[in-house]
Structures are given as C-alpha cells and as structure tokens.
C-alpha cells in the first residue's frame, strides 16, 4: 500500500522537529514580552542610575521625536522630544560599547547634538537616516514643519 522510504521517514521527521522547535520559541519570546522582560541595562552617571535601552530603542525613540517635527506621507508614533531626554539620549549612545551600536555612534551623537543646541535644519535627513536604519518602507520625510512648531530652544 504505503511504501515509506528511509528518506521519505528522513524528511517528516526533521520537518516535525522543526515545528515542534518553531512552536516553542515563539511562546518563549512571547512569554518573556508579556512578562515585561527588557533586554536593556543600567549605567551609573554620577551615582544616578539610568537604564540604557538597546540600539534599535534608541533609534526608535529618535525616530518618534523626529516625527513631531517632519513632513511625510505616514507617521508611525511619536515621542516628545525634551532637553532632558535628548541629554539621556547621549548618555546612552555613549555609554553603549556594542559593536551593534559602533557602526551608528558618530551619526547618532551628531543628530542628538545638533537637537540639544536647538538646530533642526538637518531634521528631514536625521529623520530619514534613522527611518532607513529601521528599515522604513513608508513615511519617508519630505521636509520640516514651520518654525513655530518646532522646540522652543530651537535656533
């Protein structure tokens, strides 16, 4: 009737091990998620503790800032953009000797740098620098919001 080969044997077995294998790791990453398990760590910055986030975090939360201020066709969340959380931001990036975080350091420190002295000339292509580098599909910047809707201290 049903001739099974060795290979035919070879080939569901493997197949089935792969699902089982699938199966388990997506309700672990789901648990740890749920559980509110956040791959992030501390630095102490003059006896006060700050919690480090991850690059892509990083990025997002720049990203989100950026869209307050940006033209585009889409815009996917926003963050409020502070002095004090730009100046986090720094500390962060700084702080993040990943070699993930090594090939973005330069450009990230220049976009927070040049948000903290209020200068948003360039917020269109910090935007777009940090929406490709998330690997954006739409919503790519065209511009910049008039000059009232942009922070107080800038320029």
Same mark, same amino acid.
């Not at 080939?11 to 790791?25: D, M």
């Not at 962060?92 to 040049?114: F, H």
């Given at each position: 009737m049903?001739?099974i #080969?060795?290979?035919?044997l070879?080939? =569901?077995?493997i197949?089935?091990v792969?699902a089982?294998?699938?199966?388990?790791?997506?309700?672990a990453?789901s648990?740890k998620r749920?559980a509110?398990?956040n791959?992030?760590?501390?630095v102490?910055?003059?006896?006060e503790?700050l919690?480090?986030?991850p690059?892509?975090?990083?990025?997002?939360?720049?990203?989100e800032m950026a869209?307050?201020?940006?033209v585009?066709? =889409?815009?996917?969340? =926003?963050?409020?953009m =502070?002095l004090e959380r730009?100046?986090?931001?720094?500390?962060?990036?700084?702080s993040?000797e990943?070699?993930t975080?090594?090939?973005y350091?330069?450009?990230l420190?220049e976009?927070? #740098?040049?948000?903290k002295?209020?200068d948003? #000339?360039k917020?269109?292509?910090d935007?777009n620098?940090l929406w490709?580098?998330?690997?954006?599909t739409?919503?790519r910047a065209?511009?910049?919001k008039?000059?009232?809707?942009?922070?107080?201290?800038?320029i």
């Amino acid at each position: 009737m049903f001739r099974i #080969t060795k290979l035919k044997l070879g080939v =569901t077995l493997i197949v089935g091990v792969v699902a089982v294998l699938s199966v388990i790791g997506v309700n672990a990453m789901s648990s740890k998620r749920i559980a509110g398990e956040n791959p992030s760590y501390a630095v102490d910055r003059g006896g006060e503790q700050l919690s480090i986030l991850p690059k892509k975090d990083v990025m997002v939360e720049m990203h989100e800032m950026a869209n307050n201020y940006v033209v585009a066709s =889409t815009v996917w969340g =926003t963050e409020e953009m =502070t002095l004090e959380r730009i100046e986090e931001l720094i500390v962060e990036v700084n702080s993040d000797e990943s070699a993930t975080m090594a090939e973005y350091k330069t450009r990230l420190l220049e976009i927070l #740098t040049g948000w903290k002295g209020g200068d948003f #000339t360039k917020l269109a292509a910090d935007h777009n620098y940090l929406w490709y580098a998330l690997d954006g599909t739409v919503g790519r910047a065209t511009g910049v919001k008039d000059n009232e809707d942009l922070p107080a201290w800038s320029i």
